[in-house]
């Protein structure tokens, strides 16, 4: 066996003893640098003569046979490394790999609720008798006023409705504090759930949560939420899969946007720590801005005007 044939074996050693790998990490990688050495192979090439042209033929295969773009990422990854690795180990004496563009990946656009239909639901929710029913209405009103990421609204103590309830102070992703309005339905939502929480503290005298179970946690889990907004949907002339928590919170960020909101105070909202995550909302808002262009651009009018009747 040469010596070139030794390169992958020394690299995932490497990668295990001195990155601290996971065993399935390199077995992942075993197999990523076995398919493209076969790919090479074919070629007339291997991994020490390979350019970024061969690498970019490669990457293309994998596109071709249907490879998913978070799987060529990987891959890319892979051969990242692998290729540093043997420029850094002298091996060679560049790396093909540095020009090179990883796969696309297109984030899916978020499930969306019209106005009417979270009417619906909430209507749906009011009509629920009995305490549950109450507990309901103040979950959906909590998630559509405020925008609250499902383990926000279900890990909220008590104290956060103490006294003024037109604000929230929440703890979101990282440990960071933000402050959230609560507009004045679900103000109203909360003060009608209070007096029967009561009935959901499971034998317990006194709980830290605004929504307490019986659940290990203390308070009302994800999955709990999720089976209840389900059960709910048919009664609100809805496909149970189109509502879920994070489907009402995506409705919150897309009509404050589509009602003009400013896109740097809809992240604040939402607790996001970087504003692209927030843009993907603006979807929503390409009617609306089709329609000014069509009724305040001088060429858009001319163009209106010079069509034929």
């Known amino acids: 066996m040469n010596e070139r044939s030794h390169l992958a074996e020394s690299f995932l050693e490497m990668m295990a003893v001195e990155r601290g790998a996971a065993a399935h990490t390199i077995d992942a990688y075993r197999r990523d640098l076995a398919?493209?050495?076969?790919?090479?192979?074919?070629?007339?090439?291997?991994t020490v003569a390979a350019g970024s042209e061969q690498l970019r033929a490669y990457l293309?295969?994998?596109?071709?046979?249907?490879?998913?773009?978070?799987?060529?990422?990987?891959?890319?990854?892979?051969?990242?490394?692998?290729?540093?690795?043997?420029?850094?180990?002298?091996?060679?004496?560049?790396?093909?790999?540095?020009?090179?563009?990883?796969p696309r990946r297109q984030r899916p656009l978020p499930k969306l609720l019209d106005a009417?239909?979270?009417?619906?639901?909430?209507?749906?929710?009011?009509?629920?008798?009995?305490?549950?029913?109450?507990?309901?209405?103040?979950?959906?009103?909590?998630?559509?006023?405020?925008?609250?990421?499902?383990?926000?609204?279900?890990?909220?103590?008590?104290?956060?409705?103490?006294?003024?309830?037109?604000?929230?102070?929440?703890r979101g992703k990282g440990g960071k504090e933000r402050m959230v309005p609560v507009g004045t339905a679900a103000q109203a939502a909360i003060a009608?759930?209070?007096?029967?929480?009561?009935?959901?503290?499971?034998?317990?005298?006194?709980?830290?949560?605004?929504?307490?179970?019986?659940?290990?946690?203390?308070?009302?889990?994800r999955q709990r939420l999720?089976?209840?907004?389900?059960?709910?949907?048919?009664?609100?002339?809805?496909?149970?899969?189109?509502l879920s928590p994070h489907v009402l919170r995506h409705a919150f960020a897309s009509h404050l946007l589509a009602g003009g909101a400013d896109l740097r105070a809809v992240q604040m909202l939402l607790g996001h720590a970087d504003i692209a995550t927030t843009q993907i909302y603006t979807h929503v808002q390409k009617d609306r801005l089709a329609a000014v262009l069509r009724a305040h651009h001088p060429l858009a009018r001319r163009s209106d005007r010079s069509e034929p009747s």
Do not use: C, W
């Not at 008798?129 to 559509?144: K, T, V």
């Not at 999720?226 to 189109?242: I, M, V, W, Y």
């Open 35 to 46: 398919d493209y050495g076969r790919f090479l192979a074919k070629a007339g090439s291997d």
């Open 60 to 102: 293309a295969s994998l596109a071709s046979a249907g490879l998913a773009p978070a799987s060529q990422a990987r891959r890319l990854s892979a051969l990242r490394q692998f290729h540093r690795f043997l420029y850094l180990e002298g091996h060679r004496p560049d790396d093909p790999s540095q020009s090179l563009d990883g």
């Open 116 to 170: 009417a239909e979270i009417e619906a639901v909430i209507g749906a929710a009011n009509d629920r008798p009995g305490p549950e029913g109450l507990r309901l209405a103040a979950f959906l009103e909590l998630l559509y006023a405020s925008g609250l990421r499902a383990t926000e609204l279900l890990s909220l103590p008590l104290s956060a409705v103490a006294g003024d309830r037109r604000s929230l102070i929440v």
């Open 192 to 221: 009608r759930y209070l007096p029967i929480r009561h009935e959901f503290l499971a034998g317990r005298r006194h709980s830290p949560f605004l929504f307490p179970s019986r659940a290990r946690q203390g308070h009302l889990t």
């Open 226 to 242: 999720h089976q209840l907004l389900k059960e709910l949907a048919p009664a609100a002339g809805l496909d149970p899969e189109r």
